[in-house]
């Protein structure tokens, strides 16, 4: 079952923080976390395993929720190069990863 | 590393044609890949394969097929193709299914059936 992505999208101005929430109603395994930009491929951010493991990449950051099987992705002091597609990509024991819809970001100057 | 390699990169078909779409990864994974992504939508898995000579379905496998003789090549097949596979294709890799290994992903192949 696909996980739901929460903005669907967002517009922050550079050094303004923002909160992407991906949620599933099934027990996951773990949330992994994808930028795309326009025309381009998904690009690997972070893997976060059960267990409320929290990771970072550059000033983005992520935690793992496992009692509401929910992750969030947090965007800090945010870039120009933020902008994009964010996905999250949700694994559940023994399966494969189901992407989310997406939540587009737009960093403005 | 070229890592994982798509082509053609775009395609204009007309419906009830078909053509291969194709994959090479140089990562030495065993675990390959075929997404489908609408526009501004996310990704679907169209199908999968776990090794050489191993392919399972994903969510949308109807109207593709594929194959797996070598590690390195996973094609896509589409027979009969109609508007509704109109869309980017994904091929991505990874060395294992599940965390902490992740999905590497071509360049893409955009594909429209008129």
């Known amino acids: 079952q696909q996980p739901v992505q929460s903005p669907q999208a967002v517009i922050l101005r550079e050094g303004e923080d923002a909160v992407i929430n991906c949620s599933s109603s099934?027990?996951?395994?773990?949330v992994h976390w994808y930028r795309q930009k326009h025309g381009e491929a998904p690009v690997f951010l972070m893997i976060?395993?059960?267990?409320?493991e929290q990771k970072g990449h550059e000033k983005i950051s992520a935690s793992f929720n496992e009692k509401k099987q929910q992750s969030s992705l947090y965007l800090t002091a945010s870039q120009l190069s933020y902008s994009g597609t964010y996905f999250c990509g949700t694994q559940r024991p023994g399966n494969k990863l189901t992407f989310g819809g997406g939540t587009r970001v737009l960093v403005k100057p | 590393n070229a890592g994982v390699t798509q082509t053609p990169k775009f395609r204009i078909l007309k419906i009830g044609q078909s053509m291969t779409l194709q994959c090479t990864q140089d990562?030495?994974?065993?675990?390959m890949y075929w997404y489908r992504q609408d526009p501004g939508m996310g990704l679907k898995l169209i199908y999968y394969?776990?090794?050489?000579?191993?392919?399972d379905k994903g969510e949308v496998p109807n109207g593709y097929n594929v194959s797996r003789s070598t590690t390195e090549d996973f094609p896509l097949r589409l027979e009969l193709a109609a508007p509704s596979q109109t869309s980017v294709y994904f091929c991505?890799?990874?060395?294992?299914?599940?965390?902490?290994?992740?999905?590497?992903f071509g360049p893409g192949t955009r594909l429209t059936v008129t």
């Open positions: 976060l395993l059960k267990g409320g």
């Open positions: 991505a890799s990874s060395y294992a299914p599940l965390a902490p290994y992740e999905q590497y």
């Open positions: 394969s776990v090794g050489a000579g191993i392919t």
């Open positions: 990562m030495n994974h065993n675990y």
């Open positions: 099934k027990a996951l395994y773990s």
